[in-house]
């Protein structure tokens, strides 16, 4: 059986609903393109559907993504850990400096998945700079 959802609030609807019953919104909507679909689908409950679009947005180097990614990773403890991992993988291939703050405090986090945190690390090192060579030679030094 195949579950619709609307593509604004992510409420189950019919498969025939043309406005969403919670937020109003048209569920025939096709005009936006598929980095904002994307984006979006950072928010559908589906943990999957948010990895798969964290995902591909990293592989698409989309710079209007790094505030829905990073806020995926701020908000790590609502996330499933393959998500927020995902999530900081694609910060590190799209390369935005505006992305090293969130990155590093993943990277300190101790509560953070291992896995996360190994993301967070390869991402400072793709996206790189002063900062970045900082924290990661500061959890290194911690490490031994």
Same mark, same amino acid.
């Given at each position: 059986?195949?579950?619709?959802?609307?593509?604004?609030?992510?409420?189950?609807?019919?498969?025939?609903?043309?406005?969403?019953?919670?937020?109003?919104?048209?569920?025939?909507?096709?005009?936006? +393109?598929?980095? =904002?679909?994307?984006? /979006?689908?950072?928010?559908?409950? =589906?943990?999957?559907?948010?990895? @798969?679009?964290?995902?591909?947005?990293?592989?698409?180097? #989309? =710079?209007?993504?790094?505030? #829905?990614?990073?806020?995926?990773?701020? %908000? @790590?403890?609502?996330? +499933?850990?393959?998500?927020?991992? %995902?999530?900081?993988?694609?910060?590190?291939?799209?390369?935005?400096? +505006?992305?090293?703050?969130?990155?590093?405090e993943l990277l300190r986090d101790a509560n953070?998945?291992?896995? #996360?945190?190994? =993301?967070? #690390?390869?991402?400072?090192?793709?996206?790189?700079?002063a900062e970045a060579w900082a924290t990661l /030679?500061?959890? +290194?030094?911690?490490?031994?």
């Amino acid at each position: 059986m195949i579950t619709y959802y609307c593509p604004s609030c992510w409420s189950t609807v019919a498969a025939d609903t043309e406005v969403c019953p919670v937020c109003g919104a048209s569920t025939q909507d096709r005009q936006a +393109d598929i980095v =904002e679909k994307y984006i /979006a689908a950072l928010r559908h409950p =589906e943990p999957m559907t948010r990895l @798969r679009a964290a995902w591909m947005l990293g592989r698409m180097r #989309a =710079e209007r993504a790094v505030p #829905a990614l990073m806020q995926l990773v701020m %908000a @790590r403890q609502a996330n +499933d850990p393959y998500v927020v991992s %995902a999530a900081a993988k694609s910060l590190g291939l799209i390369g935005s400096r +505006d992305a090293l703050p969130c990155l590093m405090e993943l990277l300190r986090d101790a509560n953070a998945s291992f896995m #996360a945190r190994a =993301e967070a #690390a390869e991402a400072l090192e793709r996206i790189g700079g002063a900062e970045a060579w900082a924290t990661l /030679a500061d959890i +290194d030094t911690h490490r031994h």
